[in-house]
């Protein structure tokens, strides 16, 4: 295990920008509770860049981009798409071009290529950089995901496994806070 996981746009924008659509506003708190927990685990948050591409582009103030990145760099730590994450996402598209229809299918309806292209760079950084798990609640890039074999959780099923491991938590005998505690 590296310790590290990565988490998508939608985990990002309802955790850290804490916005959401009518219908999803429930996810803000739960997606915020996530990235706290995962902080306690002491797990490093890998952010892929496509991520901060798509969560900056609705943001039309200059001010208040810059202001998130600084939050970007000082609580997460950004994945370029670099050199192996490119050939791993030209991969993800050599070998599943032909079915993305199949994968991005919702309700009869094809979503655009464009989505898939940016989920197989997020999947393609995420490999690259050897995450734990990927953090979605996106239906199409956990499907992917699975299809590809990189290990993937929804938040909507997190719940369960924080409230596990909080329990444990507290039930664990208290750890000494330096090496002379006690002496």
Not at 18 to 47: C, H, K, M, P, Y
Request: with cysteine; aromatic share 8%; proline share 5%.
């Amino acid at each position: 295990m590296t310790n590290t996981v990565s988490i998508d746009s939608m985990i990002f924008v309802w955790g850290v920008k804490r916005v959401a659509t009518q219908g999803q506003e429930g996810n803000i708190q739960l997606a915020s509770d996530l990235l706290d927990f995962l902080d306690t685990e002491g797990r490093e948050i890998v952010v892929p860049a496509p991520v901060i591409t798509e969560v900056m582009c609705p943001i039309t103030d200059a001010t208040r981009r810059s202001l998130l990145l600084d939050v970007i760099q000082t609580r997460f730590r950004v994945a370029p798409l670099d050199d192996l994450s490119a050939f791993i996402a030209g991969g993800i598209w050599a070998d599943h071009k032909h079915d993305w229809q199949d994968i991005y299918a919702a309700n009869g309806e094809v979503a655009i290529k464009t989505k898939f292209k940016y989920d197989i760079l997020i999947l393609g950084i995420s490999i690259a950089k050897g995450v734990d798990w990927l953090y979605t609640e996106d239906q199409q890039l956990f499907d992917l995901a699975t299809v590809v074999g990189q290990p993937v959780r929804k938040l909507s099923a997190m719940p369960p496994l924080m409230a596990i491991a909080n329990a444990a938590r507290q039930a664990a005998p208290p750890q000494q806070n330096s090496l002379f505690s006690g002496q």
